[in-house]
C-alpha cells in the first residue's frame, strides 16, 4: 500500500504561483504513474496532470498546458506541481494520487489518494 502526503496549497492572488508537493512512502515500487487531480463543490474531480514514474513521461489537461508543471525526484519518492500564471478558475482541493496503470487521465485509474489541499486563486 502506499501513503500519500500532500503540502504547498493556500491562497495567492490571479498570476501568482504555487508549488505543490506529494511525499509517497510504502509500497511505492508498484506505481505506474503519479497524477494530480481536483475539484470544486458539486463537480466531478477532475484530471490535472500525470507523470509516469519510470519514464517521466507527462500528460497535462488543456486547462493548464503551458501554465502548470509536473515533475518528480524519484530518489525522495516525491511528486511535484508546479502552478504558475494562475486564474481564479484555478480555486480547487487539489489531489495527489497513485496509478497502477494507464490510462492516467481518468480517476479510476488511481487506487491510492492524498488527504487534498486547498488552493484559493484571488482575482
Known amino acids: 500500500q502506499v501513503q500519500l502526503v500532500e503540502s504547498g496549497g493556500g491562497l495567492v492572488q490571479a498570476g501568482g504561483s504555487l508549488r505543490l508537493s506529494c511525499a509517497a512512502s510504502?509500497?511505492?515500487?508498484?506505481?505506474?504513474?503519479m497524477g494530480w487531480f481536483r475539484q470544486t463543490p458539486g463537480k466531478e474531480r477532475e484530471f490535472v496532470a500525470a507523470i509516469t514514474w519510470r519514464f517521466g513521461n507527462t500528460n497535462y489537461a488543456d486547462s493548464v498546458k503551458g501554465r502548470f508543471t509536473i515533475s518528480r525526484d524519484n530518489a525522495k519518492n516525491t511528486v511535484f506541481l508546479q502552478m504558475n500564471n494562475l486564474k481564479p478558475e484555478d480555486t480547487a482541493v487539489y489531489y495527489c494520487a497513485a496509478a497502477l496503470g494507464p490510462p492516467v487521465v481518468v480517476s479510476t485509474s488511481y487506487n491510492t489518494w492524498g488527504q487534498g489541499a486547498q488552493v484559493t486563486v484571488s482575482s
Open positions: 510504502g509500497r511505492t515500487f508498484t506505481r505506474y504513474a
